[in-house]
């Protein structure tokens, strides 16, 4: 079993930043994915950004340049800056662990992002 712990999110101003944070603790392996979702109101949740064990990144084209996923392995910890935020960035962020076929996920954080 893996837990997630999420930090971070919050109310900004538009063209603001935050900084998601996420530890995953449990029984962790060398070979995994981690990655933050996001599901605004009425909406799917969407891959925003992604980061494997072995460092390669993934963004979802409207936050790509603006997003910077990392990870820090010792820690098992994977943050997420967010830079020149948008109303439309607004929704609960969701940390996503994934091992061996298991999905494993946070309890979600919110992210408000007033115009």
């Known amino acids: 079993q893996v837990q997630l712990v999420e930090s971070g999110g919050g109310l900004v101003q538009a063209g603001g930043s935050l900084t998601l944070s996420c530890v995953a603790r449990?029984?962790?392996?060398?070979?995994?994915?981690m990655g933050w979702y996001r599901q605004a109101p009425g909406k799917q949740r969407e891959l925003v950004a992604g980061?494997?064990?072995?460092?390669?990144?993934n963004y979802v084209d409207s936050v790509k340049g603006r997003f910077t996923i990392s990870r820090a392995e010792a820690e098992n910890t994977i943050s997420l800056q967010m830079n020149s935020l948008k109303p439309e960035d607004t929704g609960v962020y969701y940390c996503?662990?994934?091992?061996?076929?298991?999905?494993?996920w946070g309890q979600g954080t919110q992210v408000t992002v007033s115009s």
């Open positions: 980061i494997s064990s072995g460092g390669n990144t």
């Open positions: 449990g029984l962790i392996y060398s070979h995994y994915t």
């Open positions: 996503q662990f994934t091992q061996f076929g298991s999905f494993y």
